[in-house]
């Protein structure tokens, strides 16, 4: 492999964003308290080999469809209530239940609420945003809530550019915007203990700096690209910021298609490395398509999901910004680039797409020490073109000095996870995009289906000990009794990106008023008053949406 010049191709000029058009009809079916399949049916593969691709899976047309193929999702539908009647608000809470404080914000509206596992509000903030995406309680109970400040330039899911700190009365006390013609914060945070915010970010790369780059001209469906960087601010109150740490995709890749070119090498050969070509398919402008970021105190590491690729990727925290931009220094002595990645071989080219074991997956985060299962990986597979999620945690490879493990002309491992959620009709369980689930301090997972708005705890042996559905829509709060419409995508308005399960204990809540303040859902005596009762939007920009025409993407 040629030596990297690391300057020629990790430009850190950001320039102008422009509108990536998405594609596909983006469906669900509703999630049901089933039992998981564990123990033996736990390491089938999580394929469905017969499940025809989604439009945007592989090369073999213009739009990307796979052999003409193109897959349709189901219809999405509300979960059901084991309660005659009831559509909304607390569907089940059991002694099983971690008990705790559940922080949401819902995808369409303002407000972000804390709730107890009686699904009462214990405590509600309001900003001037819808979320873009996540939202943090931080140890001294002030809220991070991520924004979507609605840049026109762009509109491909996740859009955020903006976050802001709220005391616990709601007052605004600290905002940092990164949102211009030039650069985007996007979908999710990690709080750093120092203060310090992980932000993902990304950048814009013209079509002439793709190609220099070794993308195929070809391939380069909207001739830009929008890779994917990391940015770490430490907070100047009452605004702005100073940006100490950064990592870029841009700096750490490898192509195999032009000699001419400082980056060329054999893929297989630096699985460190990431490849032009990933994920296998037309490169659409959000090509990475980063959508969770967590961070290990312990290991000083970070780790990526990377739906773009099916990967979760593992960073090297400990480098400065210099290393973070080289292949040596930090701990590790790779510099920036990747430690671990994990989810399909095919994009390192140590396996195929039978290997494939994330489907578009979102938010990878280590359990927590402690934990059952400490340090661990759990992760949300939403299985998108498979049709039905799962919830996946793994065991990493280390050896005795902390390196992850790889075989020479391997994969990386685990060949299976040691543990899975799924329900035994498949389908039951399925959100196709967003969405979150991490583990509780008695063992128990909580679950977050996003696109319907239904969150759940669960027990290892999949039994569901608690149920909540969204009430919040576009517009308002839902009457028990009312559902949700669906929005351009075929989401219902009560989307949820993901939520986080506070132990009382959590130091957050110390000498905080957590007295119960009634629940969000209005009475099933203001059933068809409200207005908000299956306001779909109209079929014809849910048609426009499915054909690529515009909206936002998860």
Known sequence: MKKYDETSLSSRMLRTWKTINPVCIFGLLALFAASPVIGQDANRPPQDENRPQRSDSGPGSKDGATMGVRAVMSENRTPTSPNPGQTVGLFLNTPKAFKGYTLFAPKHNNIIYLIDNDGRIVNQWKSSYEPGQSV??????????????????????????????????????????????????????????????????????????????????????????????????????????????????????????????????????????????????????????????????????????????????????????????????????????????????????????ADKQLVQQHDAQWIPDGYPGAGNVTIFNNGYDRGWSSIEEIVPPLDANGRYILDSGKAYGPEKPVWRYETKNRTDFFSSEISGAHRLPNGNTLICAGVIGNLFEITPAGETVWQYVNPMVRGGILAQGEIPGKDMRGHLWNAVFKIHRYAPDYPGLAGRDLAPKGVIELPAAQKGKTGLDKADAPAEDRDRFSRGKGGQRP
């Open 136 to 353: 943090h309680l931080k140890p001294n109970g002030n809220l991070l809530h991520c924004c979507f400040t609605k840049n026109k330039g762009f509109t491909s899911g996740g859009e955020g550019g903006r976050v802001e700190e709220f005391d616990w009365n709601g007052n605004l006390i600290w905002e940092f915007e990164y949102s211009n013609d030039q650069h985007l914060s996007h979908h999710d945070i990690a709080p750093l203990l120092n203060g310090n915010i992980l932000m993902l970010v990304v950048e814009k790369k013209s079509y002439e700096e793709s190609l220099a780059a070794g993308f195929n001209p070809d391939m380069l469906r909207d001739r830009q690209l929008f890779p994917d960087s990391i940015i770490e601010v430490e907070p100047t109150y009452p605004k702005g910021g100073k940006i100490v740490w950064e990592w870029r995709v841009w700096d750490h890749l490898i192509q195999n298609s032009d000699k001419n070119k400082p980056n060329y090498g054999d893929i297989s050969a630096h699985p460190e490395l990431i490849d032009v070509a990933c994920n296998g398919r037309p490169v659409p402008a959000f090509w990475n398509h980063m959508n969770s970021i967590a961070y290990n105190p312990k290991l000083d590491q970070i780790v990526l999901s990377v739906r773009g690729c099916n990967e979760i990727w593992f960073l090297d925290h400990s480098t400065t910004t210099k290393e973070a931009a080289s292949h040596s220094g930090g701990k590790h002595g790779k510099g920036g680039d990747l430690i671990y990645r994990w989810g399909n071989p095919a994009a390192y080219k140590r396996g195929t797409v």
